[in-house]
């Protein structure tokens, strides 16, 4: 059980940084424009936000190419990553399900993820998508600061959307899609005087896709360019307090190109790119942390569009921290006779912006309609990841292929 109070500490890091002013954690460094700890070294300025779960990938197929998905094949994943992407689907419909355990490698058996999604197309231009991501953390003790029992619960989030794609001319799509959000972390109890409620929010993602298909190798290829930003919505609050957390809005852009080696083999390569759009937070010691001086750091106080636009600039290390807020994932795919698969990839995060650096591996299998995936991911530094020696599961019910049918 501590394991698992530790697990909900974790996230509630991400949503009441107000409650902790790092005290103790450095100095701020003009110079190097960063906070040194006692050996002078830059700690981290990690990007936070409310309601994580929302960037947590669902499915087998992306967590098995290092999290790339923006521009590789449609699924129901694709409200994910880009909706706009269901706007090429080759399938009448598709529906599919995963399971992602979490922090399994902890010994924790009841906190996961578990996703449910769907597409139908309206007809060869315009499509629609719908899908329900759930995360579980498992039954938690509630201490109070003196460390005495004050109840338990079960902390639970979702996330439901709902997504409608078209085709604006036969190589380009664009899509939006709507999301509702609530997250039940502590409700009935109190941090600082406050009582904690559900968190309840409304967001949208705007995506778009240039999909080609130039015959460079005799038998056919692919070339995909997707962009997406999503979790753009209303910030959130657990308490009756004005002070709010933003959610983890995204900027994505993607690359996949898909090579049909002949009748029976087929690779693919993808590219992702990923940074938050929330604003860099600035060290407590930093001289406009609170300019205001309301106790609240400035960059905390932003409006959602705020935020979203001055998240390109706003990092106080310049310019090369901006750098260091993209996320890069890598992933290869190879299917043999369009039935069976193997995937590969690595995903890297800058170690002063979480530090989150892995490699991936995981196969695929299709029979008539039915898919099946499996993912794993193995940790290549110190820093642990939540589905360290995990394995994940998804399940995809195929319709009609529309080429089939005509």
């Given at each position: 059980?501590?394991?698992?109070?530790?697990?909900?500490?974790?996230?509630?890091?991400?949503?009441?940084?107000?409650?902790?002013?790092?005290?103790?954690?450095?100095?701020?460094?003009?110079?190097?424009?960063?906070?040194?700890?006692?050996?002078?070294?830059c700690v981290p300025n990690t990007l936070l936000?409310?309601?994580?779960?929302?960037?947590?990938?669902?499915?087998?197929?992306?967590?098995?190419?290092?999290?790339?998905?923006?521009?590789?094949?449609?699924?129901?994943?694709?409200?994910?990553?880009?909706?706009?992407?269901?706007?090429?689907?080759?399938?009448?419909?598709?529906f599919a399900a995963s399971y992602t355990p979490w922090?399994?490698?902890?010994?924790?058996?009841?906190?996961?993820?578990?996703?449910?999604?769907?597409?139908?197309?309206?007809?060869?231009?315009?499509?629609?998508?719908?899908?329900?991501?759930?995360?579980?953390?498992?039954?938690?003790?509630?201490?109070?600061?003196?460390?005495?029992?004050?109840?338990?619960?079960?902390?639970?989030?979702?996330?439901?959307?709902?997504?409608?794609?078209?085709?604006?001319?036969?190589?380009?799509?664009?899509?939006?899609?709507?999301?509702?959000?609530?997250?039940?972390?502590?409700?009935?109890?109190?941090?600082?005087?406050?009582?904690?409620?559900?968190?309840?929010?409304?967001?949208?993602?705007?995506?778009?896709?240039?999909?080609?298909?130039?015959?460079?190798?005799?038998?056919?290829?692919?070339?995909?360019?997707?962009?997406?930003?999503?979790?753009?919505?209303?910030?959130?609050?657990?308490?009756?307090?004005?002070?709010?957390?933003?959610?983890?809005?995204?900027?994505?852009?993607?690359?996949?190109?898909?090579?049909?080696?002949?009748?029976?083999?087929?690779?693919?390569?993808?590219?992702?790119?990923?940074?938050?759009?929330?604003?860099?937070?600035?060290?407590?010691?930093?001289?406009?942390?609170?300019?205001?001086?309301?106790?609240?750091?400035?960059?905390?106080?932003?409006?959602?569009?705020?935020?979203?636009?001055?998240?390109?600039?706003?990092?106080?290390?310049?310019?090369?921290?901006?750098?260091?807020?993209?996320?890069?994932?890598?992933?290869?795919?190879?299917?043999?006779?369009?039935?069976?698969?193997?995937?590969?990839?690595?995903?890297?995060?800058?170690?002063?912006?979480?530090?989150?650096?892995?490699?991936?591996?995981?196969?695929?299998?299709?029979?008539?309609?039915?898919?099946?995936?499996?993912?794993?991911?193995?940790?290549?530094?110190?820093?642990?990841?939540?589905?360290?020696?995990?394995?994940?599961?998804?399940?995809?019910?195929?319709?009609?292929?529309?080429?089939?049918?005509?």
């Open positions: 059980m501590k394991l698992k109070l530790l697990s909900i500490l974790i996230v509630f890091v991400f949503l009441l940084p107000s409650q902790m002013k790092a005290q103790g954690a450095g100095v701020w460094d003009p110079g190097r424009r960063c906070v040194l700890d006692p050996n002078s070294q936000s409310a309601v994580p779960f929302l960037r947590i990938i669902p499915d087998a197929v992306g967590g098995a190419m290092g999290d790339a998905g923006v521009a590789t094949g449609v699924n129901p994943y694709a409200l994910h990553y880009n909706a706009s992407k269901l706007a090429f689907a080759e399938r009448q419909s598709s922090l399994r490698n902890l010994g924790l058996t009841d906190v996961y993820l578990a996703y449910l999604g769907g597409y139908m197309k309206i007809d060869d231009l315009q499509s629609f998508g719908a899908s329900f991501r759930y995360f579980a953390l498992g039954e938690i003790n509630f201490t109070n600061v003196d460390g005495q029992p004050i109840g338990t619960g079960r902390p639970r989030e979702f996330e439901f959307a709902v997504a409608y794609a078209r085709k604006l001319s036969p190589k380009f799509s664009a899509a939006v899609t709507t999301k509702f959000i609530y997250s039940n972390l502590a409700s009935g109890f109190q941090v600082g005087g406050f009582d904690i409620t559900s968190g309840k929010a409304f967001a949208a993602d705007i995506s778009v896709t240039y999909h080609s298909n130039p015959d460079l190798t005799g038998v056919g290829t692919d070339f995909a360019l997707g962009a997406a930003i999503s979790n753009l919505g209303s910030k959130i609050s657990y308490t009756n307090s004005s002070d709010k957390e933003f959610i983890p809005a995204n900027f994505a852009l993607g690359a996949a190109y898909k090579m049909n080696l002949d009748e029976y083999n087929s690779l693919t390569f993808a590219l992702d790119f990923n940074k938050l759009l929330v604003p860099t937070p600035y060290p407590v010691d930093h001289p406009d942390y609170d300019n205001n001086g309301n106790g609240i750091g400035d960059y905390r106080e932003q409006s959602t569009f705020g935020g979203v636009f001055g998240s390109f600039g706003d990092a106080p290390g310049g310019f090369s921290e901006e750098l260091k807020e993209f996320e890069i994932s890598i992933g290869a795919e190879y299917w043999y006779d369009n039935q069976f698969a193997v995937r590969a990839g690595y995903y890297y995060q800058h170690p002063l912006k979480g530090d989150r650096q892995y490699l991936t591996i995981g196969v695929g299998l299709k029979y008539n309609v039915v898919g099946i995936d499996i993912a794993y991911l193995a940790p290549t530094n110190a820093q642990r990841s939540p589905l360290d020696n995990t394995l994940r599961f998804g399940f995809t019910f195929n319709g009609i292929n529309q080429e089939a049918q005509q």
